[in-house]
């Protein structure tokens, strides 16, 4: 029978698609993955930018593990995540929770927190580093010294320059969260409100017990999308330091930076490559662990 | 004692008037269906009692406490939603005792409470589960459970069934009427299905543009409608209406219409001719429609009917059980 000659719908419409795809894996697979999976090759080797690539082994991760200014780089980055993702989750949640409240101004304060995010990060890292500037220049001093105050040393000291670089890095992810946040209260149901209020639960209850669970799944979005960004922070420390060195001494460099100087300034690309697939590796066990802990009985 | 009074009642979003002056008055322990066509108020109205709508004018009194300015936690009443707003990431348990523990009753009590409720509602095996793991029928008794456990003094309803399927909608159907029997609490209950406001109320309440239509038992409804709306609402299939020449309206339920050649010996009878144009068996009755002078009859016929679409038929009327109606649709 010729009938059955030729492809079947379903199969035509699978060449259709495959061929719209081609364009965007070609592009994937040239400029994303074949980089990626070089970065790997070249953690073994001591190539130097134009020099030949030697394999070495594993001496690239064996020095980086006995370099104390890596512990300090890697602590940083931590840090950056560890205090980054509490204090932007609570902060974009209690907005966006008493935002989606009111009525009135609803759409023009959103605007407000959502322009940070749109704003180029390296702008915004030099005015906050004027912000952070002794008297006459910094408003935070200004205002330290209006109240009687003692003067502040923000960038300038180890302590408190890390805290004062990640502010703004909160700051400008803050309006993408509190949008996330926004969309996923909107998406529960009233009626479990209502139920809920016919039923005599107080706001708490009804915080724990049905806001928050249901935001399950927002939640964990935020969370692996702003981990994420913590843990590659570059522009706010490289804009905001002295010649973007990450100090003063390493107390705000996070490990990008320590990539970038080692494979920019220092040539080791085999060194940078090395720490690149640290980065990677924690990136995707943290990626994986929270996907993980978010999943169980959700 | 629960008794509900609605006295001048009145609700309008900005200008438009969603309801304008209703007053009932609902009895303890009775069982009231609010029932009427989508847009008639009547989930507003139950709402404005359950505290979730303010009202714009009136006075509702639950017991005796007027609630007007009552939150809902505070009015003594449980309310079964139409999509059973049940937390999806609760078990059965969680979300039968969610209102206990707001309550905060002890655990002792609470289990107590919620075992006793799933012995009532046979939903003991179904505790851990979630409700994403129960039927629609399963989903249902939950969200009842959810309500008996606070022991109201008022239960409200909310088109609770007109999810399920039709099988489904008459089993549920009786277990709300056995649950009545059982608790013995006040039920306002709302639906847009005359069936379920036959078969569960003592007294119904037909609503229609935000204005009551008429209230009573429903053999009351059945019997004497006050006017066309009623008439055509209540019965399935819907009453027949023909009108004569001063505008006068003879209403004539299908039941009450037989094949000449087939009808019984009844008092006062009309004969008209007319033409079949569709033959629906049931099983055990057959329905017909047919046109008399461009108006359309539908008859219930009892049995299997034998005959051929577009074939002239005669119909006798039992006009003694026809109900009369002005041209405004009052019934005269």
């Known amino acids: 029978m010729s009938n059955n000659k030729g492809l079947t719908v379903g199969q035509k419409r699978a060449i259709w698609a495959w061929l719209f795809l081609v364009i965007p894996i070609v592009y994937f697979i040239i400029v994303r993955f074949y980089p990626t999976f070089d970065a790997f090759s070249m953690s073994f080797t001591d190539w130097n930018i134009i020099g030949e690539r030697n394999y070495i082994g594993f001496d ?37 929770y008493y935002l989606d409240q009111i009525k009135f101004g609803h759409g023009l304060l959103r605007a407000c927190y959502f322009v940070p995010f749109l704003t180029t990060a390296v702008a915004m890292a030099w005015v906050w580093r004027w912000f952070y500037q002794p008297v006459p220049i910094g408003i935070f001093n200004l205002a330290l010294g209006e109240l009687g105050i003692l003067q502040m040393d923000f960038l300038r000291s180890t302590t408190q320059a890390l805290p004062a670089v990640l502010m703004p890095a909160i700051w ?84 990008v930076i320590h990539i970038y100087k080692s494979a920019f300034e220092d040539f080791e690309m085999g060194m940078a490559a090395a720490q690149t697939v640290v980065l990677f590796t924690i990136l995707m066990v943290i990626t994986l662990l929270q996907l993980k802990v978010m999943k169980k009985d959700g | 004692m629960a008794q509900v009074s609605l006295k001048n009642i009145k609700k309008s979003y900005d200008k438009t008037e969603i309801i304008g002056d209703l007053s009932v008055e609902i009895e303890d322990k ?62 059965v348990y969680k979300n039968i005792s969610f209102g206990l523990r707001a309550a905060k009753l002890s655990k002792a009590d609470i289990k107590k409470k919620v075992n006793e409720a799933a012995e009532i509602l046979e939903l003991t095996d179904l505790l851990d589960r979630k409700p994403a793991q129960l039927s629609g029928g399963q989903r249902q008794r939950v969200s009842m459970g959810r ?62 543009d935000g204005e009551i239509q008429q209230i009573g038992t ?44 087939n009808a019984p010996t009844l008092e006062k009878t009309r004969t008209i001719a007319a033409t ?30 034998n005959l051929a679409v577009g074939q002239a038929i005669r119909l006798l009327l039992n006009v003694g059980n026809g109900h009369l109606f002005d041209k405004e649709g009052i019934r005269v």
């Not at chain 1, 490289?238 to 990450?246: A, L, P, R, S, V």
């Not at chain 2, 936690?73 to 059973?84: E, G, P, S, T, W």
């Not at chain 2, 008399?292 to 299997?304: C, E, M």
């Open chain 1, 60 to 96: 690239n991760y064996v020095t980086l593990f006995n370099d104390p200014v890596f512990w300090v780089v890697l602590g940083n980055t931590f840090e950056y995540l560890l205090f980054g993702i509490p204090i932007s989750l609570l902060l974009s949640f209690t907005i966006a």
């Open chain 1, 172 to 255: 400008a992810g803050l309006g993408f969260q509190i949008i996330i946040f926004l969309a996923g209260i909107r998406s529960i149901p009233d009626s479990y409100y209502e139920a809920a209020k016919i039923d005599g639960a107080g706001d708490r209850q009804i915080l724990w017990e049905i806001t928050l669970p249901q935001l399950r799944a927002t939640i964990t979005f935020i969370v692996i999308t702003s981990s994420i960004g913590f843990l590659r922070i570059f522009d706010q420390v490289y804009n905001m330091t002295q010649e973007g060195e990450g100090g003063p001494l390493n107390a705000t460099r996070p490990l």
């Open chain 2, 30 to 91: 009775e069982f009231v269906v609010l029932v009427g066509p989508s847009g008639c108020g009547k989930s507003t109205l139950l709402r404005m009692i359950a505290g979730l709508e303010d009202i714009t004018a009136g006075k509702i009194t639950i017991g005796e406490r007027v609630v007007n300015n009552m939150q809902p936690k505070d009015r003594n009443i449980a309310m079964v939603f139409q999509n059973y707003a049940l937390y999806p990431h609760m078990t």
């Open chain 2, 147 to 208: 309500a008996i456990v606070r022991d109201p003094q008022v239960f409200l309803f909310d088109e609770p069934l007109s999810n399920l399927d039709a099988k489904l909608r008459a089993t549920m159907r009786a277990e709300i009427k056995k649950l009545h029997q059982t608790v013995k609490t006040t039920i306002i209950y709302v639906t847009h299905d005359q069936v379920e406001a036959m078969t569960l109320a003592d007294r119904i309440v037909i609503l229609k």
């Open chain 2, 218 to 261: 429903p053999m009351d409804l059945y019997n004497k409608p006050v006017n066309k709306f009623v008439a055509s609402f209540i019965g399935s299939p819907e009453m027949n209406f023909i009108t004569n020449a001063d505008g006068i309206t003879l209403g004539i339920r299908p039941e009450d219409i037989y094949l000449a050649d």
């Open chain 2, 276 to 305: 079949l144009i569709l033959q629906e068996p049931m099983g055990a009755e057959t329905l017909l429609t047919a046109d008399y002078d461009g108006t359309t009859i539908t008859v219930k016929a009892p049995g299997t009917v």
